[in-house]
């Protein structure tokens, strides 16, 4: 499906560091070859969002862009030569995405793809160098982690987008494609937890809770959340934490949790 580019859908555009958010008007071209042009339905923010809004590493700012990263959406345009969507399919896009064939994609590292992996300097598409959201006038906006989804419509490389179950829930869906991946990711391949193992995860914002359910799905016998907001402490259980630790009033140090008895 080949579909013109468009004027007239809203996106929340940033001009420069800690600047606000603008909601403006722009263009979406068309998909190129190997592209893929999606709705955005829901997406959330994450803190490397704001670490980019706030522009912290200069090497890496530019701007007007369109950041966000977490969503799920809806294929709306396919450019020639993606065969594996098509208009309607339910979707995330990933930032982090895969070509298929560098030394990387062919063997099990294919989080380090030679063109996909994840780079915070890159603004533009692969495909030719160009930028997809342009303002009325034609200025360019450039784009954010292979994704950009705060926006209406987005225009992504056809191996950052991986089609779902349409039957997912679509609001929590748009977690997959950082904050779960991330902390699951965490618990199975970075800490490689086994079955019996006991786990120790400092901080329970949404990667935390993400590393429990993946210490939990592999087996761990005790999880250890510690946290000095204990508010977060009822969601770490639901999440398969057996026992909790607030630093700020702590008696012991967290080895004896995990190796004796005891625990709160």
């Given at each position: 499906?080949?579909?013109?580019?468009?004027?007239g859908?809203?996106?929340a555009?940033v001009r420069?560091?800690k600047?606000?958010f603008?909601?403006?008007?722009?263009?979406?071209d068309?998909?190129?070859?190997m592209?893929?042009?999606i709705?955005i339905?829901y997406?959330?923010i994450?803190?490397?969002?704001?670490?980019?809004?706030k522009?912290?590493?200069?090497?890496q700012?530019?701007?007007?862009?369109?950041?966000g990263?977490?969503?799920?959406?809806?294929?709306?345009?396919?450019?020639e030569?993606?065969?594996d969507?098509?208009?309607?399919?339910?979707?995330?896009?990933?930032f982090?995405?895969?070509?298929?064939?560098?030394?990387?994609?062919?063997?099990?590292?294919t989080?380090l793809?030679?063109t996909y992996r994840v780079?915070?300097f890159?603004?533009?598409?692969?495909n030719?160098?160009?930028c997809?959201f342009?303002t009325?006038?034609?200025?360019?906006?450039?784009h954010f982690?292979?994704?950009?989804?705060?926006?209406?419509y987005s225009?992504?490389?056809s191996?950052?987008v991986v089609?779902?179950?349409?039957n997912?829930?679509l609001?929590?869906?748009?977690?997959?494609?950082?904050?779960?991946?991330t902390?699951v990711g965490a618990?199975?391949?970075a800490?490689?937890?086994?079955a019996?193992?006991?786990?120790?995860i400092?901080g329970?914002g949404?990667?935390?809770?993400a590393?429990?359910e993946?210490a939990?799905a592999?087996g761990?016998s005790?999880?250890?959340?510690g946290?000095?907001?204990?508010?977060?402490f009822?969601?770490g259980?639901?999440?398969g934490?057996?026992h909790?630790?607030?630093p700020?009033d702590?008696?012991?140090?967290?080895?004896?949790?995990?190796i004796?008895?005891?625990?709160?």
């Amino acid at each position: 499906m080949f579909l013109s580019g468009f004027y007239g859908h809203q996106a929340a555009v940033v001009r420069g560091p800690k600047q606000p958010f603008l909601m403006e008007t722009i263009r979406v071209d068309p998909p190129k070859k190997m592209e893929v042009r999606i709705k955005i339905l829901y997406t959330s923010i994450c803190h490397t969002d704001l670490r980019a809004w706030k522009g912290e590493n200069e090497a890496q700012r530019a701007y007007p862009r369109i950041l966000g990263h977490e969503a799920v959406g809806l294929v709306e345009s396919v450019g020639e030569g993606v065969t594996d969507l098509k208009a309607g399919d339910h979707v995330i896009p990933i930032f982090n995405g895969e070509c298929g064939h560098c030394p990387y994609c062919t063997t099990k590292t294919t989080n380090l793809c030679q063109t996909y992996r994840v780079n915070p300097f890159k603004s533009v598409m692969e495909n030719d160098g160009k930028c997809r959201f342009s303002t009325k006038d034609g200025e360019p906006i450039f784009h954010f982690l292979n994704t950009s989804t705060f926006t209406e419509y987005s225009v992504l490389d056809s191996a950052c987008v991986v089609k779902i179950d349409p039957n997912s829930p679509l609001k929590k869906t748009s977690l997959l494609s950082c904050g779960v991946s991330t902390g699951v990711g965490a618990a199975w391949n970075a800490a490689n937890v086994q079955a019996g193992s006991s786990v120790a995860i400092f901080g329970l914002g949404a990667l935390g809770l993400a590393a429990s359910e993946g210490a939990r799905a592999r087996g761990a016998s005790k999880i250890i959340g510690g946290d000095i907001n204990p508010g977060k402490f009822d969601k770490g259980k639901e999440m398969g934490m057996t026992h909790f630790v607030n630093p700020k009033d702590i008696s012991k140090p967290v080895h004896q949790i995990s190796i004796g008895k005891g625990g709160k």
